[in-house]
T-cell receptor, first 114, second 115 residues
Framework: KNQVEQSPQSLIILEGKNCTLQ??????????LRWYKQDTGRGPVSLTI?????NTKSNGRYTATLDADTKQSSLHITASQLSDSASYIC?????????????FGRGTSLIVHP | GAGVSQTPSNKVTEKGKYVELRCDPI?????LYWYRQSLGQGPEFLIY????????DSGLPNDRFFAVRPEGSVSTLKIQRTERGDSAVYLC?????????????FGSGTRLTVV
């Protein structure tokens, strides 16, 4: 069964600090891996998308890395801001079997304190 | 439209009633997905449409749940005889064919509360 596990479940940091969120997955082979940011009461918004051949992808202060050998991805947030407080969800889409149904992690809840 | 639109944004219904949730995808997106998200959880897949047909409905929890997309654009998720356990945020997403594209976009969801 395809699984996506994220850690930590929740994280509290001070404004201006950096943090790294982890994602381990079993989906294989996969088409792409995405990181989403979901604000409370809103739908998820895509931050990065990577194919299996990419190692890193940046979007402003967000940098995602991917190690397809160990099936791990991380999302690094630099110089955190209060607006970064949200849930961050890792999503892996398979590439086999004709089905492109993504598998979602449960998310990491990030709280940035002033 | 510019984004995925879901209506209503909030719905409160009594146990046992029937509800319909609407999703208006991005124009030209052939793939449409429904998800259910409970508090503190990631989205849970329900059903996937490619055009007018349901390509994968394996996530529908039981026969009280049904979805249609008669003209290949707007989709309606229908829930019969609602139960309190159906309370969740129902998210819709659309994309270019097969989710290979960059355009996978979520709506803001419909928060369903069954009392």
């Amino acid at each position: 069964k395809n699984q996506v596990e994220q850690s930590p479940q929740s994280l509290i940091i001070l404004e201006g600090k950096n943090c790294t969120l982890q994602c381990n997955y079993t989906v294989s082979p996969f088409s792409n891996l995405r990181w989403y940011k979901q604000d409370t009461g809103r739908g998820p918004v895509s931050l990065t998308i990577m194919t299996f051949s990419e190692n890193t992808k940046s979007n402003g202060r967000y940098t995602a890395t991917l190690d397809a050998d160990t099936k791990q991805s991380s999302l690094h947030i630099t110089a955190s801001q209060l607006s970064d407080s949200a849930s961050y969800i890792c999503v892996v889409t398979p590439s086999s079997g004709g089905s492109y149904i993504p598998t979602f992690g449960r998310g990491t809840s990030l709280i940035v304190h002033p | 439209g510019a984004g995925v639109s879901q209506t209503p944004s909030n719905k409160v219904t009594e146990k046992g009633k029937y509800v319909e949730l609407r999703c208006d995808p991005i124009s030209g997106h052939t793939a449409l997905y429904w998800y259910r998200q409970s508090l503190g959880q990631g989205p849970e897949f329900l059903i996937y449409f490619q055009g007018t047909g349901a390509a994968d409905d394996s996530g529908l929890p039981n026969d009280r749940f049904f979805a249609v997309r008669p003209e290949g654009s707007v989709s309606t998720l229908k829930i019969q005889r609602t139960e309190r356990g159906d309370s969740a945020v129902y998210l819709c997403a659309s994309s270019t064919s097969g989710d290979r594209g960059e355009g996978y976009t979520f709506g803001s969801g419909t928060r369903l509360t069954v009392v």
